[in-house]
């Protein structure tokens, strides 16, 4: 018996001012499953993971989670995922550890917000104001959300913006450890990623977009 998909997008489609973004999206994801989302710059890609999160509602097509409609399960939904975009949305007023306390499940201890930034070599920096970080460690505080999370589909639209090659490892160990648990990741990166099976879908500007140009 074929094993239903965690995530099943069928004829995604979205109009802005009257005009189609992309070629109507369709795949599955699989609990194991990592999907980079390919395309040239203003394709849609932002766009197409916003559309995921239920952030934008589609023009027509649907999302099922686990076999599902997304809009009969949406608090299910919602409570699945983790969204981090491509600007990091830290408060500038609030600390490291502070940002992150705000940003993770309720349940998440100190020690366990002290261990994620140590993690994101943030270890030192828990009390310093985000405003006297550097961009790099803006970034560093958004994804330390990623080992306090307990969401099993990681959306990230590039994550790998201002961070180096060793916060890049760090990264993709702990993306490589959330699929080995059962979890799945759709990602937008121009970065090569050094992973085992990363599945690309390439996401097309549709004709009527081509047209306007």
């Given at each position: 018996?074929?094993?239903?998909?965690?995530?099943?997008?069928?004829?995604?489609?979205?109009?802005?001012?009257?005009?189609?973004?992309?070629?109507?999206?369709?795949f599955?994801?699989?609990a194991?499953?990592?999907?980079?989302?390919?395309?040239?710059?203003?394709?849609?890609?932002?766009?197409?993971?916003?559309?995921?999160?239920?952030?934008?509602?589609?023009?027509?097509?649907?999302?099922?989670?686990?076999?599902?409609?997304?809009?009969d399960?949406?608090?299910?939904?919602?409570?699945?995922?983790?969204?981090?975009?491509?600007?990091?949305?830290v408060?500038?007023?609030?600390?490291?550890?502070?940002?992150?306390?705000?940003?993770?499940?309720?349940?998440?201890?100190?020690?366990?917000i002290?261990?994620?930034?140590?993690?994101?070599?943030?270890?030192?920096?828990?009390?310093?104001?985000?405003?006297?970080?550097?961009?790099?460690?803006?970034?560093?505080?958004?994804?330390a959300?990623?080992?306090?999370?307990?969401?099993?589909?990681?959306?990230?639209?590039?994550?790998?913006?201002?961070?180096?090659?060793?916060?890049?490892?760090?990264?993709?160990?702990?993306?490589?450890?959330?699929?080995?648990?059962?979890?799945?990741?759709?990602l937008?990166?121009?970065?090569?990623?050094?992973?085992?099976?990363?599945?690309?879908?390439?996401?097309?500007?549709?004709?009527?977009?081509?047209?306007?140009?």
């Amino acid at each position: 018996m074929p094993k239903t998909p965690l995530l099943s997008v069928d004829r995604l489609f979205f109009e802005r001012d009257d005009c189609n973004i992309f070629e109507p999206a369709s795949f599955n994801v699989e609990a194991g499953d990592i999907v980079q989302i390919e395309g040239p710059n203003g394709a849609g890609k932002t766009t197409l993971l916003r559309l995921l999160t239920s952030a934008l509602q589609p023009t027509s097509g649907s999302i099922l989670f686990s076999g599902e409609n997304i809009t009969d399960c949406h608090y299910e939904y919602l409570a699945s995922l983790l969204y981090i975009g491509h600007q990091p949305a830290v408060k500038m007023t609030l600390s490291a550890e502070e940002n992150l306390r705000w940003m993770s499940p309720a349940t998440t201890s100190a020690p366990e917000i002290d261990a994620a930034l140590a993690e994101v070599g943030l270890r030192g920096y828990e009390d310093v104001p985000c405003y006297s970080l550097s961009a790099g460690q803006h970034r560093r505080v958004a994804l330390a959300r990623l080992f306090t999370t307990e969401a099993k589909i990681w959306f990230l639209d590039e994550p790998f913006t201002a961070i180096d090659k060793q916060g890049v490892d760090i990264l993709q160990a702990r993306m490589g450890s959330h699929l080995a648990a059962g979890g799945c990741i759709l990602l937008s990166t121009h970065q090569d990623l050094a992973m085992d099976k990363v599945r690309k879908y390439s996401i097309e500007p549709h004709s009527d977009r081509e047209q306007q140009q």
